[in-house]
């Protein structure tokens, strides 16, 4: 049934590790609003997803993102009593366990039993995908040890569960604009082919996925950029219209910045090409967009032009990809930056000339230089008196990267003077190939808990 009644979504998260308290005031403008209204949380990337295949590796009941309980406890019960949906993909590598856990908190707080769907076949890790994974990669996957693999799904599951009744949703690999246009289809009633519309819902999912970015959190700059409240920036909503378009706000109240520098920086974030920004469920053209300024931290976006679809979807395979060794110790008062230099020319030559290492001069050089070495050898040596040295191999071998934390370590009075505050660490890598597999062999679908045995 088609309406043109404007649906409110708000963003609770922009990825995993996020401020766990961001959701209340979100909540808090979506009851304020009124109307259908939905919450989604966005907690997963690549290496998201494959930390979190480990982790259900060492306990099948994990794999979802660590901080559901924290991010959703405090306002479950708000958003039942006000019929606020819940979608996120905080169901990472397990979605069956997110929603476990979801319905235990219901219990746990005393709530009536949500009705939870859980997406599924964004997964193709299983042995009945090899198939399908070698006619796509081939040789790419000789040697390989998989932790995951898995297809960048769309929105269409996540429209018939909320169709269905759900009230909460969990995905896993869902595409990032997805999580908002899934509601929208849902609402809306809008085609799969009504190519503008869901283009500019997907746009709209695409300025709430990244959470405060797009209030001003990573657009601000001293001085520069200027935005106010950044203890408290809240967290965006989106008044979404029958239409397609969309005003960008953030709940009254709270700290932040919206206005068009900010937007169109979110806006073209990840962008590769404006013109044909791919998703699994519509090519977006954002070239003619345009941003309007519609109030006091309020933009609103139109424009946006929409095209059919791709026939592949995208899969990304993280591998195990050897061992990261880490040490760090710092160097202060006169020379200090020589001696670091010192103390990492003493690693170079102890680890031998075969094992390649990255040194770091942390408040000297660190973010602008590169594994070889090569813009640390080029920048002459300074007067600066507070250096952290980083020294960092990756290696096959667990056995030669954790030489790199011995001798780090011996630092201390092998020298050169003076160092201090020694911290290493030691932990599995991932390595990622990515590719593109016929949509038609990455059928997806939806249930709801309650009819799979585990309400």
């Not at 009593?81 to 319905?103: D, K, S």
């Not at 769907?117 to 042995?127: M, R, T």
Request: proline content about 6%.
């Amino acid at each position: 049934m088609k309406t043109d009644t404007p649906l409110h979504i708000g963003s609770a998260a922009g990825f995993s590790g996020d401020r766990s308290d961001a959701a209340g005031p979100v909540v808090d403008e979506l009851i304020r609003l009124g109307g259908p209204a939905v919450l989604v949380f966005e907690t997963l990337a690549e290496r998201t997803l494959a930390l979190a295949q480990l982790a259900r590796r060492d306990d099948p009941s994990a794999g979802y993102e660590p901080l559901l309980q924290d991010m959703l406890a405090p306002v479950l019960a708000r958003c039942l009593e006000h019929g606020i949906r819940i979608v996120g993909n905080f169901g990472a590598a397990n979605p069956h366990g997110a929603a476990l856990h979801i319905g235990r908190m219901a219990r746990e707080l005393g709530l009536r039993a949500p009705r939870i769907a859980v997406i599924e076949g964004d997964d193709l890790s299983g042995p009945r995908h090899r198939a399908l994974l070698q006619h796509t990669f081939g040789s790419q996957l000789d040697g390989l040890r998989i932790v995951s693999a898995n297809a960048y799904i769309g929105a269409e599951s996540i429209a018939q569960a909320l169709r269905a009744g759900a009230d909460v949703v969990v995905a896993g690999r869902i595409a990032d604009p997805a999580l908002a246009l899934g509601p929208a289809l849902a609402h809306f009633g809008w085609d799969m082919d009504d190519w503008d519309r869901l283009a500019g819902a997907t746009m709209a999912g695409h300025l709430l996925e990244c959470g405060a970015q797009v209030t001003g959190g990573y657009y601000a700059d001293p001085g520069i950029k200027t935005v106010p409240g950044m203890a408290r920036l809240g967290y965006p909503v989106a008044r979404l219209e029958a239409d397609g378009c969309c005003v960008i706000g953030k709940p009254m109240g709270t700290g932040g910045l919206i206005d068009r520098h900010v937007v169109t920086e979110q806006l073209l974030y990840e962008v590769h090409d404006p013109s044909a920004y791919l998703t699994p469920d519509v090519v977006a053209d954002i070239s003619r967009a345009r941003l309007e300024e519609a109030g006091p931290d309020r933009v609103g976006l139109s424009g946006v032009v929409g095209h059919a679809r791709t026939s592949t979807l995208k899969v990304n395979i993280c591998h195990e990809n050897g061992w990261l060794a880490e040490g760090e110790i710092s160097y202060a008062g006169p020379r200090a930056e020589a001696r670091a230099r010192l103390a990492a020319e003493i690693v170079r030559e102890r680890m031998g000339p075969d094992v390649p290492m990255r040194t770091d001069l942390i408040g000297v050089i660190s973010v602008l230089a590169d594994d070889g070495g090569v813009a640390l050898t080029r920048r002459p040596c300074s007067d600066a008196q507070d250096v952290r040295l980083r020294l960092a191999l990756r290696h096959a071998d667990k056995a030669v990267a954790r030489r790199l934390l011995r001798e780090v370590t011996a630092l201390y009075t092998c020298g050169p003077a003076g160092g201090g505050g020694v911290r290493t660490q030691l932990r599995p890598t991932l390595g990622t190939v990515s590719g593109l597999v016929p949509r038609d062999q990455v059928p997806t679908r939806f249930y709801l808990l309650e009819e799979h045995g585990h309400a």
